[in-house]
């Protein structure tokens, strides 16, 4: 408790009738500093047993108005302050937002309790430009008697946790060869049909069928509505790999395509949640893993998992290979042998044992940090397990040979894919030469869809896509490959 201004005017007041009664030698004078003395003594012990009172019976109380907001969106939070019974004290509470908040008038983030009042309340709006966690920090709570002798600061009360999440793209483009996805995720009860991924047959339209479920392309060929429906997945093991490496940075703050990745992978992580699927991450970054999150069916778990996905940023290699040569594919090498396997010159004598190395092609892939990823992730798993990939098109042998050995075990792959051409400037290249690159990206992704057990979609920014696929004529996938 510390005195105020005005006690120390009284104080000063009785020392001066002191001084007086000395210089005048009036003995009288000292009894008006005595009384002096006799009311800031009374004062002081009623204002401790008044504030300590109030500290034992204040209830202080934040309330969010939303739990989880966007960087840089407007939030509101109300405090209110409440108390048994009258009183003499007077209590000012001012809230304590997030160091990373943007500044807020403390005028704005105050309430007070007048003496003889019990209750009060007070909004203010709040936003923080960084993502992360932020906590509103205990109030502080200043007390003051009713005759402003004395006053008392500290901080008590509750403290809340916001999340702030990263500004997210909101056009996202899920499917193949320009056409969307009507559904991403498999339902769960056996031998039924409904909106999974593998496609079990076509029915008529019936009411009460979710229109997003209407296959209007096999609608145009009828004349009636038809419903595409698709095999339904028992209980799983999802195994979610989200690729961080510095490429996926490539595009404006907010809309790379690890921005994009992300928000596939927090849908993956709710539909996990909904049919209670065991749900492991792993994220992947230019110098192995950086995030490991067992499978988990908890909702804890879940949350840890979407929490990780949220702090995922784009990683940068810290050692750099001195061995930058390439190697051929195996195939092409086996079709190259094949050829100079008929050939008796010298040329073709020196070269054959260089595409004879196959395992140098293994040994690289061996290195990609993405395979090392899939391939931890799988080690341990048995069962129905699919194994969900989600990357770019940057490195497309490594993909190629991932994808292959990640389903040889059984395993059911699903690859998210986001080609590169969508995230690149404009300016880079002519609009031909962006439709070529994207007809190349079309290609390689039906190659991947090809594989056995292996699905891909593609993952980017609509609009962009829409542009290219108008600028020229790009066809979808045929009926087989999707």
Same mark, same amino acid.
Request: charged share 25%; glycine share 6%.
């Given at each position: ?34 009384? *002096? ?89 709040? #936003? ?24 008392? #600061? ?17 056009? *996202? ?53 038809? *419903? ?76 840890? &998992? ?98 292959? &050995? ?61 542009? *290219? ?14």
């Amino acid at each position: 408790m510390h005195p105020s201004r005005r006690y120390w005017a009284l104080v000063g007041v009785g020392v001066f009738f002191v001084l007086l009664a000395v210089v005048l030698e009036r003995p009288l004078v000292l009894s008006g500093a005595a009384g *002096i003395g006799a009311v800031l003594v009374v004062s002081q012990a009623t204002t401790v047993s008044a504030f300590t009172d109030t500290d034992d019976s204040l209830d202080v109380e934040y309330t969010l108005s939303q739990s989880r907001v966007a960087v840089d969106d407007t939030m509101f939070v109300t405090m209110s302050a409440q108390r048994p019974t009258e009183s003499d004290v007077a209590v000012t509470v001012t809230a304590q937002p997030p160091l990373a908040a943007d500044p807020i008038d403390e005028s704005e983030r105050q309430l007070r309790l007048a003496p003889g009042t019990t209750s009060a309340t007070t909004s203010f709006e709040m #936003t923080v430009p960084l993502a992360g966690r932020v906590e509103l920090s205990e109030p502080t709570v200043t007390l003051a008697d009713r005759q402003g002798l004395f006053k008392e #600061t500290y901080q008590r009360g509750p403290t809340e946790t916001l999340t702030v999440e990263p500004r997210t793209p909101r056009d *996202i483009h899920i499917g193949q060869g320009g056409d969307r996805m009507l559904a991403a995720y498999g339902d769960h009860p056996q031998n039924q049909s409904g909106a999974g991924l593998t496609p079990a047959g076509l029915r008529q339209y019936l009411p009460g069928d979710a229109l997003n479920r209407i296959d209007w392309k096999a609608t145009a060929r009828q004349a009636s509505p038809y *419903i595409r429906e698709f095999e339904v997945e028992a209980e799983r093991t999802t195994l979610l790999i989200v690729d961080q490496r510095a490429a996926m940075g490539v595009g404006p703050t907010g809309r790379t395509m690890l921005d994009f990745t992300r928000e596939v992978g927090l849908g993956l992580v709710q539909s996990a949640a909904e049919y209670n699927d065991a749900l492991g991450l792993y994220g992947v970054g230019d110098d192995g893993l950086t995030v490991t999150r067992a499978p988990t069916a908890t909702s804890a778990g879940y949350q840890q &998992i979407r929490r990780a996905l949220h702090e995922l940023e784009p990683t940068r290699p810290e050692s750099q290979s001195p061995d930058t040569e390439t190697t051929a594919h195996p195939a092409a090498a086996r079709r190259a042998l094949r050829l100079l396997s008929m050939d008796d010159s010298v040329l073709s004598e020196r070269i054959s044992p260089f595409l004879d190395a196959s395992d140098a092609y293994v040994q690289r892939i061996q290195g990609d940090p993405l395979f090392e990823a899939v391939r931890r992730a799988q080690m341990n798993e048995v069962g129905q397990t699919w194994t969900m990939i989600l990357t770019n098109d940057s490195n497309r042998d490594q993909l190629r040979e991932t994808a292959r &050995i990640a389903s040889k075990r059984g395993h059911s792959v699903l690859i998210f894919l986001t080609p590169a051409v969508l995230f690149e400037e404009r300016s880079l290249a002519t609009r031909s030469e962006t439709h070529q690159r994207y007809v190349s990206f079309e290609e390689f992704r039906r190659e991947l869809h090809g594989l056995p057990r292996v699905t891909t979609f593609e993952v980017g920014p609509s609009e962009q896509l829409k542009t *290219i696929l108008n600028s020229e004529s790009v066809s979808p996938p045929s009926e087989s490959s999707s």
